[in-house]
C-alpha cells in the first residue's frame, strides 16, 4: 500500500470531531485544504480498498463506539467562495451553512432565510438535501462538482440530479463545490430580520445548548416525527447518558457520557415503539457510518 498523501493522520479519535462527542478511532482520518487535496486522499483511499465516508462538522452524524475501519474525511478546510455572476455564489464543500446564511444577507441575495441554526456544511446540506421551514437546499443548487476516485471532478447541473425529500441522488459520490443561485435585490435587514426570526423559533423549541446532531428521523409522509414520538409517550425516556429531548422528541440528547451504543439502542427502542403503536417505519436522518470491519462506504 501507497503511503497516505499529505494531511492524513492514523488513529484519530472520532468523538472529538463530531457534536455527539461519541464514538472510537477512524483507521485514517483526511482534512484536505485544497480541491487537489480532496482529490488525492480520495483516490489514495479508493486504491487502497479501504471504505470511505465524508464529514464536514459532524453534525449529523453518529460514529460506532469500535470506530470506523477506514478513511474519514473532513472537509471544513474546503471553504473558498466566490462570486460568479449576480446571484450565483459558488461554495466549497466545507463552507458552513450558517456562514454561507449571512453572507446571502448581507449581498442582499434572497433564498436562504430559513436555514440559519445549522452546523453542518454546505456540502453535507447538498448531499443529504437538508430542509427547513418547507423549504430544501436542493431548490436553490444551480450546480454541484462531483468528484469520483480516479476519474476527477465535474459540474453537474442540478437538474441531472435526484431530488428528493432528504435526497439528493449524488450517492457515493463526492461534493467538492457548489453553485446556489439566489434572488438578488432584497434589502439586508429584511433578510437578516426573518432569518432572526426562524433562529429564534428553532432556539425556542429544539435543545441547543445540549449535544445532539438535529433530528434523528425524517418525518413521515404527511405526518412529524417528534409528535409520533411525543405522542406515544417516549418524551424525557432515558437510556444510560442519552435522553430523548424534552424540548423536541425527534432530538436525541448526551447528558453526558453516552456512548454511541447508548444512542442506538434509544434510537431503536424509539422505532419500535412508535412502529408498534402507529404502525409507521421511521427513517433514520442521522447517519451512522458504521462499526470497525463494516464500515459503510
Not at 462527542?21 to 483516490?43: C, I
Not at 479508493?46 to 474519514?72: E, I, K, Q, R
Not at 439528493?168 to 457548489?178: L, T
Not at 438578488?184 to 445532539?212: I, M, N, W
Request: with cysteine; net charge negative.
Amino acid at each position: 500500500m501507497r503511503s497516505p498523501p499529505l494531511n492524513i493522520q492514523e488513529s484519530v479519535l472520532l468523538r472529538q470531531r463530531c457534536w455527539y462527542q461519541t464514538g472510537g478511532e477512524a483507521r485514517y482520518f483526511g482534512r484536505p485544504g485544497s480541491l487537489e487535496e480532496l482529490q488525492q486522499q480520495v483516490d489514495w483511499g479508493n486504491a487502497a480498498g479501504f471504505p470511505l465516508f465524508l464529514m464536514g462538522h459532524g453534525s449529523n452524524v453518529l460514529f460506532a463506539d469500535d470506530g470506523f475501519d477506514g478513511l474519514v474525511i473532513c472537509t471544513t478546510g474546503l471553504k473558498a467562495t466566490e462570486v460568479v455572476e449576480p446571484g450565483v455564489i459558488e461554495v466549497e464543500a466545507g463552507f458552513q451553512l450558517e456562514k454561507l446564511v449571512d453572507q446571502a444577507n448581507k449581498l442582499g441575495w434572497q433564498g436562504l432565510e430559513s436555514f440559519p441554526g445549522i452546523p453542518g456544511t454546505i456540502g453535507g446540506a447538498v448531499w443529504g438535501n437538508a430542509g427547513a421551514g418547507g423549504e430544501d437546499i436542493g431548490d436553490r443548487v444551480s450546480e454541484v462538482l462531483l468528484l469520483e476516485p480516479g476519474q476527477g471532478r465535474e459540474w453537474v447541473d442540478s437538474r441531472d440530479l435526484d431530488w428528493r425529500y432528504r435526497y439528493s441522488g449524488i450517492e457515493d459520490r463526492v461534493v467538492a463545490a457548489v453553485r446556489l443561485r439566489l434572488n438578488e435585490g432584497s434589502d439586508p435587514q429584511e433578510l437578516k430580520r426573518r432569518t432572526a426570526e426562524v433562529e429564534k423559533r428553532k432556539r425556542d423549541t429544539q435543545p441547543f445548548a445540549l449535544r445532539s446532531c438535529g433530528c434523528i428521523f425524517r418525518n413521515p409522509p404527511g405526518q412529524s416525527a417528534g409528535a409520533l414520538i411525543e405522542k406515544s409517550g417516549l418524551k424525557g425516556t432515558t437510556l444510560g447518558g442519552a435522553r430523548v429531548s424534552i424540548e423536541h422528541a425527534n432530538f436525541i440528547v448526551n447528558e453526558g457520557g453516552a456512548t454511541s451504543r447508548d444512542i442506538e439502542q434509544l434510537i431503536e427502542r424509539i422505532r419500535s415503539h412508535v412502529k408498534k403503536l402507529y404502525s409507521v417505519d421511521l427513517e433514520r436522518e442521522v447517519i451512522m457510518p458504521g462499526h470497525r470491519g463494516g464500515g459503510r462506504s
